[in-house]
């Protein structure tokens, strides 16, 4: 059975750093490009960025380009979404998601979803 | 790049009923590179039909997925009561329709 398995919610000051993981089970890891999604409160999905990891080939949405470092462990099936300084717009539910064929193909299966809140 | 409108905003419909969404594209989307998805409250996406006519799998025949170029269209022949969730639409590896909630009359 094809998993995506994402890591718990995180509550985070403005200005600190975080990296949140996605790992994959049940299918072979490094045969799908990863892409992440955000949902703002109450807001639809917004497409940020998708990562091969047997190579780390990487794409960004220009909206998520130089906010947000999309990175990949293939010896450990994790791929991961990261901040260097938070902000308060940040806080969003973070959604992976394995890509169907390329690096532009339909999102088959997701991950549970990774609530993250940035608040002083 | 392509922005993705979907209409209308909420649909109030009853079980049995028919659903018709749209999805309007800007710009003509490349060989049906259109995938639409459903989410339910508190759950993430799920993926209902790729190639803009094609079903996932596991999806029900009472999801069917049409269009071409720039104008595509999500119908849900007769609604279920598990059918009551917002759909978004998706090009492929890019943006995502604003969503269109579907609701109980």
């Known amino acids: 059975e094809v998993q995506l398995v994402q890591s718990g919610a995180e509550v985070k000051k403005p200005g600190e750093s975080l990296k949140i993981s996605c790992r994959g089970s049940?299918?072979?890891?490094?045969?799908?490009?990863i892409g992440w999604v955000r949902q703002m409160p109450g807001k639809g999905l917004e497409w940020m960025g998708i990562?091969?990891?047997?190579?780390?080939?990487?794409r960004y949405s220009p909206s998520f380009q130089g906010q947000v470092t999309i990175s990949a462990d293939k010896s450990i099936s994790t791929a991961y979404l990261q901040w260097n300084s938070l902000q308060a717009s940040d806080s969003a539910m973070y959604y992976c998601?394995?890509?169907?064929?390329?690096?532009?193909?339909?999102?088959?299966?997701w991950g549970q979803g990774t609530l993250v809140t940035v608040s002083s | 790049e392509i922005v993705l409108t979907q209409s209308p905003g909420t649909l109030s419909l009853s079980p049995g009923e028919r659903a018709t969404l749209s999805c309007r594209a800007s710009?003509?989307?490349?060989?049906?590179?259109l995938a639409w998805y459903q989410q339910k409250p508190g759950q993430a996406p799920r993926l209902l039909m790729y190639?803009?006519?094609s079903r996932a799998t596991g999806i029900p025949d009472r999801f069917s997925g049409s269009g071409s170029g720039t104008d595509f269209t999500l119908t849900i022949s007769r609604l279920e009561p598990e059918d009551f969730a917002v759909y978004y639409c998706?090009?492929?590896?890019?943006?995502f329709g604003g969503g269109t909630k579907v609701e109980i009359k």
């Open positions: 710009q003509s989307v490349n060989s049906g590179y």
């Open positions: 998601a394995r890509s169907l064929g390329t690096s532009s193909s339909a999102l088959d299966y």
């Open positions: 990562i091969h990891p047997s190579d780390s080939d990487t």
């Open positions: 998706q090009q492929y590896g890019t943006s």
């Open positions: 049940g299918y072979s890891f490094t045969s799908f490009w």
């Open positions: 190639g803009a006519s």
